[in-house]
């Protein structure tokens, strides 16, 4: 965290989804960052069209508006449960690593092309405001 915290805002998230330099610099959403997203009542990161790590350690989020929306990984602990490296139905699933989504069908696997770190999918949800708490 250290060199990053002395470095440039960065980007950590494009278009719902972790930023390719975040990727670069090992700087995954992680933990943290969730809670950045659940203090200010984001869901999941499909809500989200950026997100810059300040040097300040702290996060400034762009969220997207609300017909922009889709589906995205959640951030909420009771959502991630869910892993699958075989889906369980047709629909759209999140890479549980950097966020990318992908259409799956039934009994699908596959490795995540865009951070190629991760086989493991949790159900994509999508819905524009928080209303499951
Ligand atoms: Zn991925």
Request: hydrophobic share 40%; aromatic share 10%.
């Amino acid at each position: 965290m250290e060199d990053i915290l002395e470095g440039e805002p960065m980007y950590i998230i494009r278009d719902g989804k972790v930023s390719k330099e975040a990727l670069k610099n090992k700087v995954l959403a992680g933990d943290e960052f969730f809670a950045s997203l659940r203090f200010q009542n984001f869901s999941h990161m499909g809500q989200v069209k950026a997100a810059i790590l300040e040097t300040s350690g702290e996060v400034s989020i762009l969220p997207f508006k609300d017909d922009e929306v889709k589906p995205g990984l959640p951030v909420w602990p009771d959502l991630l449960h869910n892993m699958y490296k075989v889906m369980p139905a047709d629909g759209v699933y999140a890479c549980y690593t950097c966020g990318s989504t992908k259409h799956m069908a039934r009994d699908e696997k596959a490795d995540c092309t865009f951070c190629k770190k991760n086989n493991v999918w949790i159900e994509a949800i999508s819905e524009v405001k928080k209303e499951f708490v």
